[in-house]
Every structure is written in structure tokens, then in C-alpha cells.
């Protein structure tokens, strides 16, 4: 079974720039998920869909964020402008969203690595 | 507001040496419980998780954890360190009911000596 794949694995940007990261999760699975990690601290959902529609943004940065997943499958997050405090590794989840309200396992991708300048 | 601690920011350990890496949460229920563990370049991967039950839960590569109500801890353990295991090591938590959504720690760097 393939994983949760991600692109670009890494980007270098400077601030004010734009820039777009690409999800594609597990085949079948409903839900996906990004988070932030920022250096020396967890992860930090910044966004939670349920096939198309959002279930969580409480904590996306929506003025210079945002994210979609038009199709219910692929999703992509996008930063704009981007600034020094956004360099971080965003990574993808997905789950399969049983619909049940039962506990998941989330499938995380290799993440990408942002960095500005 | 929910919190998730590992008090432990680096650990070095010796290969064949026994490892517990600590985890203590601050939940108003008991939520669910989770180790992730991070090798760099690589994303998170699930060692094991706790929903209720028996309040040992086995994971994947021979890690181990307990839950302890009333320490609410959850700390991961095994007996004995390979040097493969160095990598980060993330607990994390979800509310019961809560839509799934996962907070974690700061993580654990584990570095292995040979």
C-alpha cells in the first residue's frame, strides 16, 4: 500500500514570497490533516479535512494561509506572503474516517521542508 | 487547556541498554494516548497507542508503554536499545469523541551509543 506522498521535500523561499505545498494521501482515506512542526517543538494541526469540507482551521493562520482539497482527494496548502517564522517541516496525515467517531491512525508523509529567508 | 509534556529533551543511552522515555498529559477526561517516533528525513510512525484496557500496550519494534491513571503519565519503554532506535520520539493525545485531531508533545531525542 502506498504512503502518504508529499511535494517538494524541500523549498527555500524568500519572505514575501509565495509558495505552495502537494498532498496526496492514502488511497480511500477520508480525512486529511496538515501540520506544522517547527524546530525543537511537536507538530501542530493546522488544518483538518473531512473529504472536501474543513473540520478544523481553528488554528491556520488564515491570513496568509490556506488550504484546499477540491476533489476530496488531493490537497494542497499554500503561504502567502510567507514570513522568517514560517520555516518549518509541513507534514500530511491522512485516516481513514470510518465515520464510526472512533479513534484513527493518522498516516503521515515524509513532510516538506520550508525554509525563508 | 490540554497539555502534553515530555520532560526529556535529549536522552543518550547505551545499545543494549534498557530506555523509558517519560510523557505526562493534563486532560480534563482521559484521553487517548499515543508514541510516534520521527528518523530524520521521515515522518511520523506510530510505535503504539492507548484507547482503554489493559494499561500495558505493546507496540511495533519491541516498544513498550504504560498508562497510569493516576500519575497521568504514559511513558514508553523497552528493554533493550538498538542503534537504529535513535531518532525522535513524539507522545501525543486526542480527546475521547473529539473529531480525532492529535496534540503532541516537544518530542525526545534519543541518541544511541554503541
Known amino acids: 500500500e502506498a504512503g502518504v506522498a508529499q511535494s517538494p521535500r524541500y523549498k527555500i523561499i524568500e519572505k514575501r514570497q509565495s509558495v505552495a505545498f502537494w498532498c496526496n494521501p492514502i488511497?480511500?482515506?477520508?480525512?486529511l490533516y496538515w501540520y506544522q512542526q517547527i524546530l525543537g517543538q511537536g507538530p501542530k494541526l493546522l488544518i483538518q479535512f473531512q473529504n472536501n469540507g474543513v473540520v478544523d482551521d481553528s488554528q491556520l493562520p488564515k491570513d496568509r494561509f490556506s488550504a484546499e482539497r477540491l476533489k476530496g482527494v488531493d490537497s494542497t496548502l499554500k503561504i502567502q506572503p510567507a514570513k522568517l517564522e514560517d520555516s518549518a517541516v509541513y507534514l500530511c496525515?491522512?485516516?481513514?474516517?470510518?465515520?464510526?467517531?472512533?479513534?484513527?491512525?493518522?498516516?503521515f508523509g515524509p513532510g516538506t521542508r520550508l525554509l525563508v529567508l | 487547556a490540554q497539555s502534553v509534556t515530555q520532560p526529556d529533551i535529549h536522552i543518550t543511552v547505551s545499545e543494549g541498554a534498557s530506555l523509558e522515555l517519560r510523557c505526562n498529559y493534563s486532560?480534563?477526561?482521559?484521553?487517548?494516548l499515543f508514541w510516534y517516533v520521527q528518523s530524520p528525513g521521515q515522518g511520523l510512525q506510530l510505535l503504539l497507542k492507548?484507547?482503554?484496557?489493559?494499561?500495558l500496550v505493546q507496540g511495533i519494534k519491541g516498544f513498550e508503554a504504560e498508562f497510569k491513571r493516576s500519575q497521568s503519565s504514559f511513558n514508553l519503554r523497552k528493554p533493550s536499545v538498538h542503534w537504529s532506535d535513535a531518532a525522535e520520539y513524539f507522545c501525543?493525545?486526542?480527546?475521547?469523541?473529539?473529531?480525532?485531531?492529535?496534540?503532541f508533545g516537544t518530542g525526545t531525542q534519543l541518541k544511541v551509543e554503541l
Open positions: 501525543a493525545v486526542a480527546p475521547r469523541g473529539g473529531g480525532n485531531k492529535l496534540t
Open positions: 492507548y484507547f482503554s484496557g489493559d494499561t
Open positions: 488511497s480511500g482515506h477520508a480525512t
Open positions: 486532560y480534563g477526561a482521559t484521553p487517548y
Open positions: 496525515a491522512s485516516s481513514l474516517a470510518r465515520g464510526t467517531g472512533a479513534q484513527e491512525t493518522q498516516y
